[in-house]
Protein backbone atom coordinates (compact mmCIF):
# COMPACT_ATOMS: atom_id res chain seq x y z
CA UNK A 1 0.00 0.00 0.00
CA UNK A 2 2.72 2.51 0.74
CA UNK A 3 3.50 2.51 -2.75
CA UNK A 4 0.02 3.53 -3.61
CA UNK A 5 -0.21 6.52 -1.72
CA UNK A 6 2.24 8.75 -3.61
CA UNK A 7 0.63 7.99 -6.66
CA UNK A 8 -2.92 8.65 -5.36
CA UNK A 9 -1.19 12.19 -4.37
CA UNK A 10 -0.59 13.01 -8.02
CA UNK A 11 -3.37 11.65 -9.60
CA UNK A 12 -5.98 13.08 -6.69
CA UNK A 13 -4.37 16.03 -5.73
CA UNK A 14 -2.41 17.10 -9.00
CA UNK A 15 -3.44 20.75 -9.42
CA UNK A 16 -3.28 21.24 -5.57
CA UNK A 17 0.03 22.27 -3.68
CA UNK A 18 1.24 20.90 -0.71
CA UNK A 19 -1.69 18.07 -0.15
CA UNK A 20 0.17 14.51 1.58
CA UNK A 21 -2.25 11.55 1.13
CA UNK A 22 -2.20 9.82 4.33
CA UNK A 23 -4.64 6.77 3.73
CA UNK A 24 -6.45 4.58 1.73
CA UNK A 25 -9.31 2.19 2.57
CA UNK A 26 -11.42 -0.09 -0.46
CA UNK A 27 -14.19 -1.79 0.59
CA UNK A 28 -16.97 -3.27 -1.43
CA UNK A 29 -18.73 -0.26 -1.74
CA UNK A 30 -16.60 2.64 -1.00
CA UNK A 31 -13.07 4.28 -1.56
CA UNK A 32 -11.94 6.37 1.47
CA UNK A 33 -9.10 8.66 1.07
CA UNK A 34 -7.47 10.42 3.75
CA UNK A 35 -5.28 13.63 3.33
CA UNK A 36 -3.88 16.59 5.27
CA UNK A 37 -2.26 20.16 3.98
CA UNK A 38 1.26 20.38 4.37
CA UNK A 39 1.78 24.12 4.43
CA UNK A 40 3.94 25.61 7.08
CA UNK A 41 2.47 29.15 6.36
CA UNK A 42 -0.59 30.97 4.10
CA UNK A 43 -1.79 34.73 3.30
CA UNK A 44 -4.78 36.31 5.21
CA UNK A 45 -7.48 36.85 3.83
CA UNK A 46 -7.82 40.04 5.20
CA UNK A 47 -4.62 41.69 4.82
CA UNK A 48 -2.79 39.15 2.92
CA UNK A 49 0.25 39.33 5.13
CA UNK A 50 2.17 35.60 5.71
CA UNK A 51 1.31 33.75 8.48
CA UNK A 52 3.16 30.23 10.25
CA UNK A 53 0.77 30.56 13.69
CA UNK A 54 -1.80 27.60 13.57
CA UNK A 55 -4.73 28.51 15.46
CA UNK A 56 -5.87 25.08 14.47
CA UNK A 57 -7.46 22.86 11.76
CA UNK A 58 -10.74 21.50 10.14
CA UNK A 59 -12.01 18.99 8.18
CA UNK A 60 -13.01 19.09 4.26
CA UNK A 61 -15.07 16.35 2.61
CA UNK A 62 -15.01 17.37 -0.85
CA UNK A 63 -18.21 15.24 -2.75
CA UNK A 64 -16.55 13.02 -5.23
CA UNK A 65 -18.23 11.34 -8.00
CA UNK A 66 -18.34 7.46 -8.06
CA UNK A 67 -15.57 5.32 -9.48
CA UNK A 68 -15.90 1.92 -10.74
CA UNK A 69 -19.08 1.57 -8.88
CA UNK A 70 -17.98 2.86 -5.58
CA UNK A 71 -18.32 6.27 -4.10
CA UNK A 72 -15.30 7.95 -3.05
CA UNK A 73 -14.95 9.88 0.42
CA UNK A 74 -12.21 12.28 0.59
CA UNK A 75 -11.40 13.84 4.26
CA UNK A 76 -8.93 16.97 3.74
CA UNK A 77 -7.65 18.04 7.19
CA UNK A 78 -6.92 21.81 6.60
CA UNK A 79 -4.60 24.01 8.49
CA UNK A 80 -6.11 27.45 9.90
CA UNK A 81 -3.69 30.41 10.58
CA UNK A 82 -3.73 33.08 12.82
CA UNK A 83 -2.58 36.58 11.19
CA UNK A 84 0.41 38.10 13.24
CA UNK A 85 -0.21 41.41 11.35
CA UNK A 86 -1.19 44.25 14.37
CA UNK A 87 -2.82 46.56 12.08
CA UNK A 88 -5.05 43.71 10.33
CA UNK A 89 -8.75 43.59 11.06
CA UNK A 90 -9.03 40.05 11.03
CA UNK A 91 -6.07 39.29 14.09
CA UNK A 92 -7.29 37.70 17.36
CA UNK A 93 -6.24 38.55 20.70
Not at 29 to 36: E, H, L
Not at 72 to 82: E, G, K, P, W
Request: proline share 5%; with cysteine.
Amino acid sequence: MNEVLPKLDELLFSSVEGVLVESVEVTDVVVRVGARTTAGQAPCPGCGCWSGRIHGSYLRLPRDLPTAGKVVVVSLRVRRFICEEESCGRKRS
